[in-house]
């Protein structure tokens, strides 16, 4: 080929005539991509205004695909904004970036998500910014603990790990009368198993909805479901907290790609399902653990007597008729047995794989050492090894045969 029929080829390549038909309509939307958006003029680029999805300006600042997901994940958890970031962790960092400041204080429970006690020792104090932890299940603690310089509060519910379920409510109370800007970080309940911005429940009312300030979601868990996507979102109900968020957010260059969008949106419509039915073979596997000698104590919020059923009760059961709770629970095994023996149970376990996260197809196990991740041993826990459990969707049945040959095999009643 001749130079000149090569660069007329280029070039007709990417200026190519053909347009396809106008309405094209199906199940899952197109998707978009790009780091460079056109403008049809000079004056249109600069006029463009992209915080209020009125227009795009490039890839970073939104596409017509993250622009769906977004407005979709705003419809989960009744919020009204809502921004995308690479993973559940960015989505916590972006909110203590944006908010926190040289000499301002945070608080987190003391059952708070690992790595978001890490940020706050190992990333904000070097920026100045200190944090207190407080007992997840004394509204009164955390009550105490708001000062002057406190700045953001966040709340969990249930714990990771330890799964206590806390007094959600008031304690969003306590930062309302105090002032203070309260972040729950809602990966465990994902918009289903109780409403982040509504946390009074039926009871008609003449006042505004008891609601969090900020809700995040790993939605690398239930609303991905596929154990291959990693994101996060951050939704709010305030359009100037959205703004000071969004902000950051930019001026940090976080953006998530498109495939990985398309992943989410297409998983989005069977995520009821998938948590539902997760959530029906979590209490079968935890009823089963129950009648288990070698099981000291079940914590999974939705059984009697677990640190914060009665929270759970009041605020899943009143939103959601039955209650929901996520795939999730633990079990502290018997401190007769040494934590080698119960990770050779873990090991010897074939359906349940061993690794982090969860909200996938595939059963997870991972034991815990408490003692390292807590300021003090709660009370209201058992001693012994910690092991939690996530439930994908293979049948109970199969699973409860599964957990059976490894407790025989490793875990022996004396
Ligand atoms: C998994 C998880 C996160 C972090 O999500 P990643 O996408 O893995 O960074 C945050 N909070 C909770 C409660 C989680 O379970």
New binding site residues.
């Given amino acids: 080929m001749k130079n000149a029929d090569l660069s007329k080829l280029m070039t007709g390549l990417i200026h190519h005539p053909y347009t396809p038909p106008a309405g094209f309509d199906a199940p899952q939307p197109g998707v978009f991509k790009a780091s460079t958006v056109y403008f049809p003029t000079v004056a249109d680029m600069r006029q463009r205004e992209w915080k209020d999805k009125s227009a795009y300006t490039y890839g970073l600042h939104g596409t017509p695909t993250t622009y769906l997901l977004e407005e979709r994940l705003c419809t989960l958890e009744g919020g009204a904004q809502c921004l995308l970031v690479?993973?559940?962790?960015?989505?916590?960092a972006t909110v203590a970036l944006a908010l926190l400041q040289s000499g301002d204080e945070l608080l987190l429970p003391d059952n708070?998500?690992g790595?978001?006690k890490a940020l706050a020792e190992g990333q904000l104090r070097g920026y100045g910014i200190t944090h207190q932890v407080y007992d997840p299940m004394d509204p009164d603690d955390l009550a105490r603990k708001i000062s002057p310089r406190t700045r953001l509060v966040w709340l969990?519910a249930p714990g990771?790990v330890s799964m206590e379920f806390p007094d959600l409510p008031a304690m969003v109370r306590i930062c309302k009368t105090q002032g203070v800007l309260c972040a729950l970080?809602n990966?465990?309940g994902a918009g289903l198993a109780f409403k982040p911005f509504d946390l009074s429940g039926h009871a008609p009312s003449a006042e505004p909805a008891l609601a969090v300030d900020i809700s995040?979601?790993?939605?690398?868990?239930y609303p991905s479901g596929g154990g291959d996507v990693?994101?996060?979102s951050i939704i709010t109900q305030d359009p100037a907290l959205h703004l000071k968020l969004k902000l950051c957010h930019m001026r940090l260059g976080l953006g998530v790609g498109a495939n990985d969008v398309e992943a989410v949106l297409r998983a989005l419509p069977s995520m009821g399902l998938r948590y539902v039915a997760q959530d029906l073979t979590a209490r079968t596997l935890a009823a089963w653990w129950q009648a288990q000698p070698q099981c000291a104590q079940l914590l999974h919020p939705a059984f009697e007597g677990a640190p914060g059923h009665g929270h759970w009760q009041a605020l899943c059961e009143t939103q959601t008729g039955q209650g929901l709770a996520a795939g999730l629970f633990s079990v502290m095994i018997d401190a007769r047995y040494p934590q080698a023996q119960v990770d050779a149970f873990c090991d010897a376990l074939k359906l349940f794989k061993i690794g982090?996260?969860?909200g996938g197809p595939v059963s997870l196990v991972v034991p815990y050492a408490l003692g390292d991740m807590r300021q003090v041993w709660p009370e209201h826990l058992k001693r012994g090894t910690l092991v939690r459990f996530s439930t994908g969707l293979e049948s109970a049945e199969d699973l409860i045969l599964d957990l059976n040959q490894a407790l025989h095999a490793h875990l022996p009643l004396p």
């Fill in positions: 690479p993973s559940g962790l960015a989505a916590l708070a998500y790595p978001n969990e990771s970080d990966t465990w995040a979601h790993a939605l690398t868990k990693l994101m996060g982090y996260s969860w």
